[in-house]
């Protein structure tokens, strides 16, 4: 088994990781439901499939984090940074995002559903097949290459909410 492995496939719901060291860990297909990971540096870390449900990472830094197919649903990344982040097919229904930073992040195919977007930096985010059903832009910043992988009424609203970069 590789050491970074040890944390994988593991329930650390509601766990204190207060004093453990995130960077580049292996924390996939967890339960982390419920989490407090605020202002945590968590940067290079795979938490592809993990249950971070109800969970705590705003002000976060996450860095090339892995988060493909993650329930994410109701998380808070409010101020989060998610540059370069791999968020495809990431159920992010209810999510508070605001203030994030999700600059060249892929979001294919990610349920972002009730999410709260406003203020967000989505410069270069990739959001092809991404299910955008009330999702609040309200101020988010787009590039027009993101705003070339948003469709339907969902392209609409982030013209009318967000501002062109």
């Known amino acids: 088994m590789n050491s970074s492995d040890v ?12 004093y453990e060291d995130l960077i580049g860990r292996n924390l996939s297909n967890s339960s982390m439901s419920g989490v407090d990971l605020k202002n945590r540096d968590i ?7 993990t249950d971070l449900s109800g969970a705590d990472l705003s002000g976060a830094i ?3 984090v892995k988060l493909r197919g993650a329930d994410m649903r109701g998380i808070n990344l409010f101020d ?23 600059f060249y992040a892929d979001l294919r195919s990610a349920d972002l559903s009730d999410a709260n977007l406003s203020g967000v930096n989505l410069r270069h985010a990739n959001f092809d097949g991404a299910i955008l059903t009330s999702t609040d832009f309200t101020g988010a910043n787009y590039d027009s290459h993101t705003l070339d992988t948003v469709s339907g009424a969902a392209k609409l609203a982030l013209k009318k909410q967000g501002k062109l970069w």
């Open 43 to 49: 940067h290079n870390a795979d938490l592809s499939g």
């Open 62 to 64: 996450l860095f090339y």
């Open 7 to 18: 944390f994988r496939k593991r329930n650390f719901s509601n766990v204190n990781f207060d």
């Open 80 to 102: 989060a940074k998610l540059w370069d982040a791999e968020l495809y097919g990431a159920d992010l229904r209810g999510a508070n995002i605001s203030g994030a930073d999700l």
